[in-house]
């Protein structure tokens, strides 16, 4: 199975991290975020990738490449960020032609679900997830399980759930007809080409999308976002081991590399390959690679890569290569 995967945004909300990171190769619970989504998408049978870059797009280019040799990618180039729906238009040539389905998740999207399932499934499909306030998401109206009406950040929500961000197409000739319309006609809300307007005009055409509930959805958007759902897939999948003089506090990923002594680690600490903490206590933190921490106490911090922080407690929030000496 085919899938696109979007990445072409400039994740302004995570900054400093991101002006020398993508977003989606920023940790969370001890691997880049973008390869929590190509694991689980692979195990459930894609085989070839479609992935729409844009902002730094050769480090994602370079690290599919090198992580993932046997998955056959490709890589489009969206200049210009103009909507969900346009960088799936970008990636048209790669819809497939030939009866065979296809599969679309977002690159930001860490997710628990039944793809299995999904994919064995007669119709098309939409991910779907319950939250308390859907406003600033695209909503699904649903009648008998299948989806009746998608609205892009609806200001009073029928209901409350959300589209999580992965779509199922055993019609993907329907989706590119229907995004061409977009495009051709200048078709856009909130200034932007939106991907739910397609899929609307799909269900308009008599396309089924059934929906399917997710068990799990991981927002990676903002920094305190990016330590809950650390924290959340931390309690899923702990990895640790033996630290000289050192006490952990699981869960926490502890990378092998990892350089540690004379420290307390954990819970919720993702440290990174290569990094040197010595004296530090650790904890609800995410530590990138190639760090330094000596002489102090982290807690709901995110440090980059190259990050050295010498010092005292204090509340951090650095970008890769960042020096930070406290008093």
């Not at 000289?244 to 600490?269: L, S």
Request: a negative charge; aromatic letters at 8%; proline letters at 5%.
């Amino acid at each position: 199975m085919h899938a696109i995967i979007p990445v072409a945004g400039f994740g302004t909300r995570l900054r400093p991290h991101t002006y020398s990171l993508p977003k989606v190769l920023l940790n969370v619970a001890g691997k880049p975020i973008l390869a929590h989504i190509l694991d689980q998408i692979i195990s459930d049978g894609v085989t070839s990738v479609t992935l729409v870059v844009g902002y730094l797009g050769e480090a994602i280019e370079t690290f599919v490449r090198e992580r993932y040799p046997s998955l056959k990618s490709q890589f489009v180039r969206q200049e210009e960020q103009l909507g969900l729906g346009h960088a799936i238009w970008m990636a048209r040539e790669s819809i497939p032609s030939d009866g065979s389905p296809l599969f679309i998740v977002l690159g930001d999207t860490i997710f628990d679900a039944d793809l299995k399932s999904v994919f064995s499934g007669t119709t098309s499909a939409i991910g779907t997830y319950y939250v308390d306030d859907p406003r600033r998401f695209g909503v699904v109206e649903s009648e008998g399980g299948f989806a009746t009406k998608l609205v892009e950040k609806p200001e009073h929500p029928k209901t409350n759930w959300m589209i999580a961000g992965l779509y199922y197409f055993k019609n993907p000739p329907l989706l590119r007809s229907c995004l061409d319309e977009l495009i051709s006609s200048d078709r856009r809300t909130k200034n932007e080409f939106q991907l739910t307007d397609a899929l609307q005009l799909m269900i308009d055409r008599g396309e089924k999308f059934a929906t399917f509930a997710l068990s799990g959805w991981y927002d990676c958007g903002k920094p305190e976002t990016l330590l809950s759902t650390n924290r959340a897939l931390l309690d899923k999948h702990s990895q640790s081991r033996a630290l000289r003089n050192t006490v952990v506090h699981e869960p926490v990923f502890i990378a092998e590399t990892a350089d540690i002594e004379d420290a307390v680690i954990g819970p919720y600490a993702t440290i990174g390959d290569a990094t040197r903490v010595r004296n530090a206590v650790i904890r609800d933190s995410i530590i990138g690679n190639d760090a330094k921490v000596e002489n102090g106490l982290l807690e709901q911090s995110i440090l980059g890569n190259n990050t050295v922080v010498i010092g005292r407690f204090k509340h951090i929030n650095a970008g890769d290569s960042s020096e930070v000496d406290l008093p």
